[in-house]
């Protein structure tokens, strides 16, 4: 059973197949603590019952997700005995996308910026729309994209992750799909429903097959972390990322 959801929608499009929007548009569905709680809930929950066997997650508006609310880095104020937690939640929230019983395909629709390119990562299988944007933000405030930069060799290697983690330059999709990111391209106006229709031809194999299948290509993706925490939290109790921050909301007029 889905839980209530504040940050999401769920909805059932085809059998099998669970579509979950992120619903923030107005803030480029930004990532907050509901955000994260939310998303591991739902994928914690997944696996139990037959009616859901494969999973589409996508973005409203025009991204996918700009990555981590601003605001809240405000909130943290560079405390690192509030930051280690909290970065525990995030990259948890993350993880429970890879180890989530079902498949998980992402539907990257226009912005994918920090978090957003983590959540791709951390996702089974990427389709991106052809106005998708990738890219790691956290070097232009100060930071490092903490679960990308750890995640980020297996799935596209040292060289693009480093060209990614320290440039902050974006990728469009089809440049991120020679980089192995994406692995189909649509128009953007079909990109939900052949994410749909994919999702659709995983949930009708034999669903035990398919977890096992994707359990086993996961196996070995828990280390990293906990020095990956350490290291960001540090960060965030920088001069440069609390200027960075306060720049930021000026320019918001916050």
Known sequence: MTPELSRFTAEKPEPGVLLLTMCRPEKLNAMDRT?????RAVMDGLGDADDARAVVLTGSG???SAGGDID????????VRRTRPHLRDVYAAFHAVERCAVPVVAAVNGLAYGGGTELALACDIVLAGRSARFAFKEPTVGLMPGYG????PDVIGRHWTRYLALTGRDLGAERAARAGLVQEVHPDESLVDAAVGLAAEIAAHPALAVQVGKAFVNRDTGGGFSESVD???????TVEHREAVRAFRAARGR
């Open 35 to 39: 955000w994260f709680a939310e998303l």
């Open 62 to 64: 025009r991204a996918f």
């Open 72 to 79: 809240m880095f405000a909130d943290l104020d560079g405390d």
């Open 149 to 152: 930069i750890v995640r980020g």
């Open 231 to 237: 290291s960001t939290a540090l960060l965030f109790d």
